[in-house]
T-cell receptor
């Protein structure tokens, strides 16, 4: 069982849709992360929220938009995605940026 | 920028045999080092971590790893593998990753080692 909960587990969407991925943790962690993982590849860091301050991987396209409503919740808003965006999206959290990260089971995203 | 190299893409080990997975890192200061395991369709589970202090660290599921600064290595070991250990193993280094936003750390992963257990 994971202490980081991601919903939905699977998502299929068209290129014109708008959807959101959600992540929640109740461990009191103050840093939360989004990673993208393609098949047979390692996770790649997309965004970091540390004490609700955002840091961005500048290679991530603007069709991905993170939001951190509070220290327990993290959303990833998706708009006008491309087929190459199909991947496993992993959320993680940690007590601080220098502490081990705990991962959710991910959202498997497929873009038609 | 930091980097992690896992030289073995696949490793096959017989059940009950010992295991060593290699990891080399490149980082200017003392890194935070981690080993994670991922089963198919799952997220990543932390096996162990090294921050400072004792260079031999113990983790879950009978795994251990040794930090060797002189070799820039953090190899993962297990004395006797079980069929349930078959999975993808990632070595990772934690450090400042982005120039924008300043100081926020993420993980940089190696490419992973796929562990196959033979009966």
């Amino acid at each position: 069982d994971t202490e980081v909960t991601q919903t939905p587990k699977h998502l299929v969407m068209g290129m014109t849709n708008k959807k959101s991925l959600k992540c929640e943790q109740h461990m009191g962690h103050r840093a939360m992360y989004w990673y993208k993982q393609k098949a047979k590849k390692p996770p790649e860091l997309m965004f970091v929220y540390s004490y609700e301050k955002l840091s961005i991987n500048e290679s991530v396209p603007s069709r991905f938009s993170p939001e951190c409503p509070n220290s327990s919740l993290l959303n990833l808003h998706l708009h006008a995605l491309q087929p190459e965006d199909s991947a496993l999206y992993l959320c993680a959290s940690s007590l601080g940026v220098d502490q081990p990260q705990h991962f959710g089971d991910g959202t498997r995203l497929s873009i038609l | 920028a930091q980097s992690v190299t896992q030289p073995d893409i696949h490793i096959t080990v017989s059940e009950g045999a010992s295991l060593e997975l290699r990891c080399n890192y490149s980082y200017g200061a003392t890194p935070y080092l981690f080993w994670y395991v991922q089963s198919p369709g799952q997220g990543l589970q932390l096996l162990l971590k090294y921050f400072s202090g004792d260079t031999l660290v113990q983790g879950i599921k009978g795994f251990e790893a040794e930090f060797k600064r002189s070799q820039s290595s953090f190899n993962l070991r297990k004395p006797s593998v079980h069929w349930s250990d078959a999975a993808e193993y990632f070595c990772a280094v934690g450090a400042s990753s982005f120039s924008s936003g300043g100081g926020a750390d993420g993980l940089t992963f190696g490419k992973g080692t796929h562990l196959i257990i033979q009966p």
